[in-house]
């Protein structure tokens, strides 16, 4: 599946038109033009390279830094690419154990934009059921194949992984006991489709399913879900329930 320029950026357009008029999508898209613009200047490269320790201790290849200019122009209709620091995932998954005492063996973990990768490996330091990330950029996703086939880690407990190549807003939840993540990957009207899905889901499947919101910009469409409840929050993430309606 191949994601054009054009193709994402009329759909972006469709879609902030239909929510906030055609001035304001006008002017967000300047916006993106600009911040594209900047992003893509010298001292912006390096600071992208800047958290290449993950790359370096595990040899494989997830920071922002080596994404070419078509992925980040068309990431500024969808969401860019930045990987999750070591740190605060690791915070997200302990947190949500010691406050919820569920058995990781018990659930898939499903991440939603997985981009290179990153957190899928992470992910398996915990010992997941499977693991699945879903990735909208061929080229990002290609790399994720790449990393999951290189990565070796004496702390590995889950060896189910992988990366498919689709667009998240499609994703049929698997009817199992899931720890869904999210770094912000969608705009607004994504990430409603993506609720939606997920929401109907519950309604037809109730289970146990846990959604860990890194930057939580949009945390009021996930409220607005009936079957989820905000079970914790800190500065860099939120965390949801799912609950019977
Ligand atoms: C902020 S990055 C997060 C990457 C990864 N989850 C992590 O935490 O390391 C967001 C990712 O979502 C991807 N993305 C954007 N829109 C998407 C969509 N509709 N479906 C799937 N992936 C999407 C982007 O290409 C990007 O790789």
Redesign the pocket.
Known sequence: MQVSIFGAGRRWWSDVASRHGHLAAARQFLAALWEFARDSTPERRRQRYGDADYDWNHRVN?TSGAVGWR?RL??QF???????EPAVFHEMLEGLQQQTRIDYRDFLFV??????G??LLMASDYPFRRIV?????PS?HQIALENISKYQSESQKCHVLQSIC????NFRFPAQPTVV?L????PDA?LRRLIVNLTESLRHNPRPVYVLY?NPLLENVVLESPVLRKIAGAEQYSAYASQPT
């Open positions: 997830t992925e068309v990431g969808h969401s860019s690419y930045q990987p999750t991440d939603l934009g997985s981009g290179k990153r957190t990330g879903i990735e909208l950029l990002l689709d667009d998240a807003t993540y770094f912000h990957p969608l994504g890194h």
